[in-house]
Each structure stands twice: as structure tokens, then as C-alpha cells.
């Protein structure tokens, strides 16, 4: 007999600088010349060499059971061309190997902001209703190899989500 994996339905809600301040930071556009500050983002890089790209992402949709986090860097993302897309983070808790399962919380991101991941925050995504979306990642050359710790909670809690 086999078991059936439970669904959990994850509502969105829309970015704010305030609602992801516990995974990171929000940012946006700035006038050129303005002095560095809180606002902007606060990297920590210093582990190894950045990496700066553009990956593409096609047809990602919105159901996960795995999350990820990284414990030597930040990581930074946003998408180009404007399109709006999801991200699922929980906060950084790096005493244990699991994230807390009340903590996930899901956002949508308009295109024209990109988001800072705080070191450790477990995040699932990008996801997106579109065909295909490009997005600019900044983290260190190794992150996916050195540094990627991953949690499946369809092995763990027979749970996969879905981003409503």
C-alpha cells in the first residue's frame, strides 16, 4: 500500500521591506549618488570568490518539498525583465539541521525590487507563473558546491506545498 503525500497549501504575500526583515532585506532602486546605507544591501562575501550571474529558470510553476540555506554567504536575487515571481524562506536557525515548519512563509516579488537572503535563511524558489524567467544571483563561486544544504520534507514529513 502506498501513502499518499500531504499537500500543504502556502498563501503569498506581497514583499515589504518589513514582513522579510527576518530573512533578509528587500531592495530598490536608488537614486545614482546616494550614499551607502541600511537600505542598501549587506553583503557578506568575504568567504570566498563572488559570483555574479544571470541563470534561467523555465517553467518552475509553484510546488517544492525541498528548502535550502547557505551558511557562508549571503545570497542575493531578483529577475529581469520586470516579471513578478515567489520565494519561500524561513529563518536562519543554524543550532539544528532542519527548518521550523511553522516559520515558512511565502512572498511574492514584483520585478522591480531584488531580495538580499540574511546568511543561513532557507529558501525555496524562485517560482513564477511564466514560461521562463532570467535572474541575477550573487553569491560565492562554490555556493552550490560547498555550501548548499538541503531539507526534503517529502523524506522527512511525507509534505510537499504549494504557493497559492
Request: glycine share 6%; hydrophobic share 35%; charged share 20%.
Amino acid at each position: 500500500m502506498s501513502t499518499l503525500s500531504k499537500i500543504q497549501k502556502l498563501p503569498s504575500q506581497l514583499i515589504t521591506p518589513e514582513n522579510f526583515q527576518p530573512y533578509g532585506q528587500v531592495i530598490y532602486a536608488s537614486k545614482d549618488g546616494k550614499n551607502f546605507d541600511q537600505e542598501d544591501a549587506q553583503l557578506n562575501l568575504q568567504n570566498g570568490i563572488p559570483r555574479f550571474y544571470i541563470m534561467r529558470l523555465q517553467e518552475k510553476g509553484r510546488k517544492f518539498h525541498h528548502i535550502t540555506r547557505h551558511v557562508k554567504c549571503t545570497q542575493c536575487l531578483g529577475s529581469l525583465d520586470g516579471k513578478d515571481w515567489f520565494m519561500v524562506v524561513c529563518p536562519p536557525n543554524n543550532d539544528i539541521n532542519e527548518p521550523e515548519l511553522s516559520k515558512i512563509a511565502a512572498f511574492q516579488i514584483p520585478g522591480s525590487c531584488f531580495i538580499k537572503l540574511d546568511v543561513g535563511t532557507w529558501h525555496a524558489g524562485p517560482y513564477f507563473d511564466h514560461e521562463f524567467v532570467d535572474f541575477y544571483n550573487l553569491e560565492l563561486s562554490d555556493t552550490n558546491v560547498v555550501d548548499h544544504f538541503t531539507h526534503n520534507y517529502l523524506k522527512s514529513h511525507n509534505l510537499s506545498f504549494e504557493i497559492i
